[in-house]
């Protein structure tokens, strides 16, 4: 399809095709009336053939606009289409000239409205309109001359220079008032053309008066297939009334724009497709017009849900890294952890031995001894499993004490923790705060061991953990060491993925980042300070749930 951009619009070859039933019904009942009644005129058959002849073709004119629709999208098929039934409508109007006294016919000045139809539907080339005055003095010159009325007396050939004069000068100004607004539309049609959304303008019965190149490739529809149709065909959520329906509720439509109200439109093929749709409407004369703006959210749907899915990638992805940090420090309290296993096991075992070589002399306080050592292994164990687990969904409120606690006894397996003294001053009562215990557990864990890594051993080292109300809102946690310090300008990468400032081999460079992430996510924040050569404190702050401090 080539649709021509100078074609006349649709809606007016429609309007033109309503007001010639009008003229050919008109006509017709002139014609009979003269003929049974009146008698003004001679030639009543003739006068009502030309009558039945323009319905007819005027039949013609509308089939072809209801039926062959793509037809009209063809290059020129448009102004073709208007050409052919002006030429037709100007020898309608030569006819009932002759045949009603020529040059004093009542029917000549009704080629002034053609005049102003060509200079309507003829607007390029320019100089279309005034063919179509040429024509029209052609039709009627060559009507009087083959018919011998050709204007003999002063008066008549006056009548007749009068007549060509004002079709001439109705020819001159309507067109030049019909350029003018013709610019004027020019112009909005490229701004519409131009805009990625759809733009319909709807009348108040709810028929499709303009459509924009996005909406007709929207909606898979040409121009001719979509201009004059019901709006709802292919909007269903507006309605007749000029209502827009959204979510089961029928809001009236002002004269302002309204927000965006989602809803499905209806392509060409009925295939259904989600949309935006804002409406505003305006008034012309006594009636309201309704400007849709349709935006296609297909795509920014796919995008949405293609971004959703690399979120939940990416939150799988974060949640195995996190566990394998997880994996990664029970692997390195693994010395410690057999260390703390082998003593219960040492006692349980000189029990056994004892009972072995004396039974009878079995003491009363054995069994409990050897529930004791047992009780403590299963601690050990169920220690280890709860901080392997991965971090639960669910936040829970628990207390400053109770989480650096945790914390602390897993540091115990670390074969550090006995060179390095760790000493925790907590206020008490202490705070709750709402967090995934196991993830915060984790935080500490990777912060006290990084503080433990910090200290050398040489002189007297030390790891402080603190807690402290700040104000009634929030509870800070701090791990102080008095190790080797962070550069200052090193201070600002330490959360940074894979940046470490260990030796090669010694770690990840993923701890401070994922306990940072893990610190976010908890509705906290972490701040450091640190100087060289004096240590290092890092704070992790959360809003409080319950403080009694």
Not at 526 to 542: D, H, L, N, R
Request: net charge negative; with cysteine.
């Amino acid at each position: 399809m080539r649709q021509d951009p100078n074609a006349p619009l649709l809606s007016e070859l429609r309007w033109f095709i309503s007001q010639r039933w009008l003229a050919g019904i008109v006509v017709v009942l002139a014609s009979g009336l003269n003929l049974f009644w009146t008698h003004w005129v001679a030639n009543e058959i003739w006068i009502l053939s030309v009558g039945i002849f323009i319905l007819f073709y005027n039949v013609i004119c509308w089939l072809i606009l209801r039926f062959l629709p793509d037809w009209l999208d063809l290059l020129h098929a448009q102004r073709m289409f208007a050409w052919a039934q002006i030429t037709l409508d100007l020898a309608c109007l030569t006819a009932l000239a002759g045949l009603s006294n020529d040059l004093y016919s009542p029917v000549l000045g009704l080629f002034m409205l053609h005049m102003i139809f060509a200079s309507l539907l003829l607007q390029s080339p320019r100089n279309m309109p005034f063919v179509a005055w040429g024509l029209a003095v052609l039709m009627m010159g060559c009507s009087l001359w083959f018919r011998g009325q050709w204007p003999e007396s002063v008066s008549e050939s006056l009548i007749g220079v009068g007549w060509m004069t004002t079709l001439f000068l109705t020819i001159y100004f309507t067109t030049h008032i019909t350029r003018n607004l013709q610019d004027n539309r020019n112009r909005t049609h490229a701004v519409l053309n131009a805009a990625a959304d759809g733009v319909l303008t709807v009348s108040h019965i709810g028929r499709v008066e303009l459509a924009n190149p996005a909406s007709l490739l929207m909606f898979g529809c040409s121009s001719a297939q979509m201009i004059g149709e019901q709006v709802e065909r292919f909007l269903p959520l507006i309605n007749l009334e000029g209502k827009v329906a959204s979510n089961n509720i029928c809001e009236s439509v002002p004269t302002k724009p309204l927000d965006s109200h989602a809803g499905f439109g209806v392509r060409r093929d009925g295939k259904e497709f989600p949309i935006e749709v804002s409406i505003s409407s305006m008034n012309e004369g006594s009636k309201k017009t309704f400007i849709a703006v349709v935006r296609d959210v297909s795509e920014r749907q796919r995008n949405e849900a293609q971004l959703t899915k690399l979120n939940q990638e990416l939150e799988s992805h974060h949640e195995r890294l996190v566990q394998h940090e997880k994996m990664v420090s029970v692997g390195r309290m693994a010395a410690g952890v057999a260390h703390e296993i082998a003593n219960p096991l040492a006692n349980i075992d000189g029990l056994i031995q004892l009972v072995e070589r004396n039974p009878s002399r079995l003491q009363r306080e054995t069994p409990a001894q050897l529930r004791e050592q047992v009780a403590r292994i299963t601690q050990i164990v169920r220690q280890l499993k709860e901080f392997a687990h991965p971090v639960e969904s669910d936040l829970q409120s628990v207390s400053v004490d109770d989480l650096v606690q945790s914390a602390i006894d897993m540091i115990r397996f670390d074969r550090r923790h006995r060179q390095v003294a760790v000493e925790k001053k907590l206020v008490s009562p202490c705070c709750n705060i709402l967090v995934h215990p196991l993830a915060i557990q984790q935080v500490l864990v990777n912060l006290i061991v990084n503080a433990l890594d910090s200290t050398t051993n040489e002189g007297t080292h030390q790891v402080v953990i603190t807690s402290e109300c700040l104000e009634e809102s929030s509870c800070a946690i701090s791990i102080q060491d008095n190790g080797t310090g962070i550069p200052e300008e090193q201070l600002d990468q330490i959360f940074e993925p894979f940046y470490t400032t260990k030796p090669l081999g010694q770690g990840t460079g993923l701890g401070l980042s994922i306990s940072y992430n893990l610190v976010q996510h908890n509705g906290g924040h972490i701040e450091v300070k640190s100087k060289v050569g004096m240590g290092t404190t890092i704070s992790v702050i959360f809003p409080v749930a319950q403080c009694s401090c």
